[in-house]
């Protein structure tokens, strides 16, 4: 949707952030549009999507997830990206 974005995952805490990367320090991350983050989150909400309310947080994956709740979760963020 081009949109900058960068972000990174360690087992299955995973995170984002809206620029270019990488996001190395808490410094990077200050640089992030945590404004565009903010719209973002409150979009997916919106549809259901219940995520980490801050662009300094991580979200989690877990056995609980399904593949179609992952599938699904994309599309919602695809669509909410091109809303942006």
Known sequence: AGHAATGGYAGG???FFFCDGPVTC???AEKA???KF???HRAMLERG???APSTF???FMS????DEDIDRTIEIA???LATL
């Open 13 to 15: 805490m995973w995170g």
């Open 26 to 28: 808490f410094s990077d």
């Open 33 to 35: 549009d945590a404004a």
């Open 38 to 40: 903010g719209r973002w």
């Open 49 to 51: 999507v219940y995520l």
């Open 57 to 59: 947080e991580a979200g």
């Open 63 to 66: 056995l609980a997830h399904t």
């Open 78 to 80: 695809k669509e909410v």
